[in-house]
């Protein structure tokens, strides 16, 4: 399938940030070029060219070990590549400090498939918890144990937000775990991010749920300006709530394109290939 996105450059270096005519003041840019992660004799990601331009919504699909969770390490730079580069905001982290690494992972918030939550602290302190990466050690421990009354007070407004405002002082070890998916969700957003993470944030809860959830995301992206990209099995999710697709299978990226013009086989492809039994992709996508 023709990539119907602009690829960047295989040079290292990042793209003019003014050539960009769609750009979301205080949105993340993301870019991948040529980037390889191999551990081993094993590719995890084979050349991977990507750009995401600030305040877009993109869907990585794919099979399991495609990729994806490969790629979005390295967007939030918890990753180094093997060979290529990745660059945020047009900085090529490979160029930057520790220090400036920090400050780029503070900006980024993750959802993760397994939310990572510590069982026995209450909603709230785990929620505190996001602002982490932008104080010292001592000092965003002694924040989490001991919030002070501001940091409540916006915890508590960013958990009514995601529909648990009522879990405030709860134990987190007593919600389901679609409630811990949204504590998840309050803590990458505590962090006052500038672009969303998620990979496979529906895998552990029901459909319904699953929708909602996505939805969620996509609605507080929009409301904060926030660059999102999610990880997602579910193909009729991804076509639903997502504009762009990207679609990954071992380690490549395979098609990048807007979600009006991918074609059913292209999808049942992406997984058949794969050696995986996918037939009710097809059904999905024509619903």
Known sequence: MTLSRKQPSTSVSCADPDAWTRVVAGSAAFEL???SVRYDARAALLEASLVVDPGESVALVGPSGAGKTTLLRLLNASLTPSAGSVCVDYKNLAQLSPVELRAV????GFVHQDPSLVPNLRVSQNVIAGALGRASFFGSARAMLWPRRTDLE???RILTRVGIGDKLF???DRLSGGERQRVAIARALFQDP???LADEPVSSVDPARARDTVALLCELSRERGLTLVVSIH??????EFFPRLVGLRAGRIVFDERTQDVEAGALTDLYALAGLERVETAR???R
């Not at 992972?105 to 980024?108: L, P």
């Not at 579910?234 to 076509?239: H, K, Q």
Request: hydrophobic share 50%; net charge positive; charged share 30%.
């Open 284 to 286: 999905e996508i024509e």
């Open 105 to 108: 992972r503070a900006r980024i």
């Open 234 to 239: 579910d193909i009729a999710l991804a076509r």
């Open 33 to 35: 070029h040529s980037a």
């Open 194 to 196: 500038s672009a969303l």
């Open 170 to 172: 709860q134990r987190t």
């Open 154 to 156: 916006r915890a508590a």
